[in-house]
């Protein structure tokens, strides 16, 4: 009888031993932190861009008009245009306190686009750096230094009021529109 009660317990150490080791093995422990403290702060930068002294926040139309073009003829009246005259339109773009390098679009809209549309844009230049064309739309950019330093970029679109040798009728006072002469769209995006 001592062995057999020898060999229960035996026994009975090795089933609690392997419970203990089962139990231990499948423990699963976590940590909980119940309370989180910091404070995270993040400065926006700015975004203020000016496209001949209109901020661009929204989109809004500018307009061009005979005004806003320097007609570079002999044969017409100041403050007029005519058939056959050759102008200019100064567009500024001023990144006023933009904190961010951008890309920019101007697409336009002119007689070789538009039929219905007067001016013609012979060329387009810019006296900061080059950009790239792409049918009736110009890719240009601005960078972070240039704006820190207060850079303006000007455009100069140099168009011509195409009569095609052709006879204009024009009703007397009886001005042409502003969406006659030109449309232009002017995108900017944050350089990514």
């Not at 020898?6 to 976590?30: Q, W």
């Not at 061009?64 to 339109?89: C, L, M, Q, V």
């Not at 100069?156 to 052709?166: I, L, Q, R, S």
């Amino acid at each position: 009888m001592k062995i057999v009660k020898k060999h229960k317990m035996i026994a009975l150490v090795i089933v609690i031993l392997i419970c203990l080791l089962y139990l231990k093995g499948n423990s699963t422990y976590t940590s909980y932190e119940s309370e989180v403290t910091g404070n995270v702060e993040s400065d926006i930068a700015d975004w203020k861009i000016k496209v001949n002294d209109t901020l661009i926040t929204t989109e809004n139309e500018q307009v061009i008009n005979i005004d806003s073009i320097s007609w570079e003829t002999n044969h017409t009246r100041d403050g007029k245009a005519s058939p056959g005259a050759s102008g200019t339109i100064e567009i500024t773009i001023d990144p006023t306190s933009t904190g961010v390098a951008f890309n920019y679009e101007l697409t336009v809209i002119d007689q070789t686009v538009d039929p219905t549309k007067i001016l013609v844009v012979n060329e387009i230049d810019t006296d900061v750096g080059k950009f790239e064309k792409i049918d009736n739309t110009y890719y240009g950019s601005m960078s972070l230094d240039n704006i820190k330093a207060g850079k303006k970029e000007k455009l100069t679109m140099h168009v011509k009021w195409e009569d095609h040798g052709e006879d204009t009728v024009v009703v007397p006072g009886d001005e042409p529109t502003t969406s006659d002469f030109i449309e232009m769209s002017f995108k900017v995006a944050q350089k990514k």
